[in-house]
C-alpha cells in the first residue's frame, strides 16, 4: 500500500469515527505478510494517526507468520505498542500449507525462532491456528504449551456446502478433546484459549462474540493495497471476486461502504433478520449466532442455510455446558435448575 493510501484510509477512519462519536478503533495490519513492508511504513502510519486523529484511541495490531521477525520489529512493535500476532497450526507435522513460496520448503522452523525471538524480547506471544483433525489435539495442546504461548484461538477451515467434505464432520470431537485438556489444565502456564473462553463466557450470561460464535455485530472491513474496501477475505471462499465493492477510500467513505449489500450482511450475520429458518429454532441460537456467515453460504440457497458446521457447534457447545453444569453443582449449596443439552435438543434431531 503506497504512503499515499495510507494517509487516505486514516483520514476515511477519523472521518468515521468523528460522524459515529467512536472513541476507539482497531486497525490490523493483515497480508499476504504485512512484514515484507518497509518498516518505516509503520512509523509513519502512527505518527500520521496521532496528526489526523486526535482525541481517539486507535490501537495497533499486525498478523504475521513471524519468519522475518527481528529485534528491530519488536522494538518497533513496543515503540507503537502494536500488538501482534502468529498464525501456526501446530508442530511441523500440522504446518505442511506454510511454505516459503520461493523453494516450498516448510516455514516451521523460522516460525519458531520468530516465537523464540519474542519471548527473548519479553513480548507476549499469540497464536491463530486453523483447526486440523488429522494431527492429535493432544500434540496441539503440549504444542502450545512447550512454546509458552500465552494466546491462542482456533479458526474453522473455510467451507461452503459446495466444497466440504467429510473430515470436516470430526470437528466437534477435535474440539471437544482440546477442550478437556484446556479445562483440566490447572498449571501456571496454561494458555488462553479464546474460542472456549467467549463459549463459557456466553452460557454465564456475559455479552461477548466473534465472527463465528455469540450475537454481537460483526464490525470489520479489508481495505486493499489500492484502496479498495470489500468485505472480508474469509467470504471469498464463497466464489471468486466475492468480496469486491465498487468502493475506494479516494471516492467513498467507510459509512457508505457499509450499505454494500454483503458488508451488510456480515455486519449483521448474528442478528435474527440473517439467520436461517433452522437457526430462529435452535436451542443454542444466543450461543453460535449461527456462525461464521461464510460457513453459511450454498450456491443453491445463497446465505439462506444452518453452518456447515452447524452440529460440530452444537456438539461443542453442549459439552461445555454441561461440564459447566456438573461443575456448578459440585460447589453449590443448592441444585442447579439448568437442564442439560443432548444432541437430540439440536433441531435437525439426528446424531451424525
Known amino acids: 500500500m503506497s504512503r499515499e493510501t495510507m494517509l487516505q484510509v486514516i483520514k476515511r477512519i477519523n472521518e468515521y469515527c468523528t460522524k459515529n462519536n467512536l472513541k476507539d478503533f482497531l486497525v490490523i495490519f493483515h497480508g499476504g505478510e504485512p512484514l515484507l513492508a518497509d518498516i518505516s511504513i509503520y512509523k509513519e502510519f502512527s505518527d500520521n494517526v496521532k496528526k489526523y486523529i486526535p482525541g481517539i484511541d486507535v490501537r495497533l495490531a499486525l498478523q504475521t507468520n513471524g519468519t522475518l521477525l527481528t529485534d528491530e520489529w519488536i522494538k518497533l512493535f513496543n515503540e507503537l505498542n502494536i500488538s501482534v500476532g502468529l498464525s501456526l497450526d501446530g508442530p511441523e507435522t500440522a504446518t505442511k500449507s506454510r511454505i516459503f513460496r520461493s523453494?516450498?520448503?516448510?516455514?516451521y522452523h523460522e516460525i519458531i525462532q520468530g516465537i523464540n525471538l519474542l519471548h527473548k524480547n519479553n513480548y507476549p506471544v499469540s497464536i491463530l491456528s486453523v483447526i486440523n483433525v488429522d494431527e492429535k489435539p493432544e500434540n496441539i495442546y503440549m504444542h502450545l504449551k512447550n512454546n509458552n504461548i500465552s494466546f491462542a484461538d482456533f479458526l474453522?477451515?473455510?467451507k461452503t456446502y459446495d466444497n466440504r467434505q467429510e473430515s470436516d464432520s470430526q470437528i466437534s470431537l477435535w474440539l471437544i478433546e482440546l477442550f478437556n485438556l484446556w479445562y483440566n489444565d490447572n498449571s501456571s502456564n496454561k494458555p488462553f484459549i479464546r474460542s472456549f473462553d467467549i463459549i463459557i463466557g456466553l452460557l454465564l450470561g456475559v455479552e461477548r462474540g466473534n465472527e463465528t460464535v455469540g450475537r454481537k455485530n460483526n464490525n470489520t472491513i479489508c481495505?486493499?493495497?489500492?484502496?479498495?474496501?470489500?468485505?472480508?477475505?474469509?467470504?471469498?471462499?464463497?466464489?471468486?471476486?466475492?468480496t469486491k465493492t465498487k468502493y475506494n477510500v479516494f471516492e467513498n467513505t467507510i459509512d457508505e461502504s457499509l450499505e454494500t449489500p454483503l458488508i451488510k450482511k456480515y455486519y449483521n450475520s448474528h442478528t435474527n433478520k440473517e439467520l436461517s429458518t433452522q437457526c430462529k429454532k435452535c436451542t443454542i441460537k444466543n450461543i453460535c449466532g449461527g456462525g461464521h456467515l461464510a460457513h453459511r453460504y450454498s450456491i443453491k440457497n445463497g446465505f439462506d442455510n444452518p453452518s456447515v458446521y452447524c452440529l460440530e457447534i452444537f456438539k461443542l457447545v453442549l459439552h461445555i455446558q454441561n461440564r459447566l453444569i456438573d461443575d456448578m453443582a459440585e460447589f453449590s449449596m443448592e441444585e442447579i435448575k439448568i437442564d442439560k443439552l443432548t444432541v437430540n435438543d439440536h433441531p435437525q434431531y439426528y446424531v451424525q
Do not use: R, S, T, W
Open 103 to 107: 523453494n516450498n520448503k516448510n516455514a
Open 156 to 158: 474453522y477451515p473455510d
Open 223 to 242: 481495505i486493499k493495497p489500492n484502496g479498495n474496501i470489500q468485505a472480508v477475505d474469509n467470504l471469498m471462499v464463497c466464489g471468486n471476486e466475492f
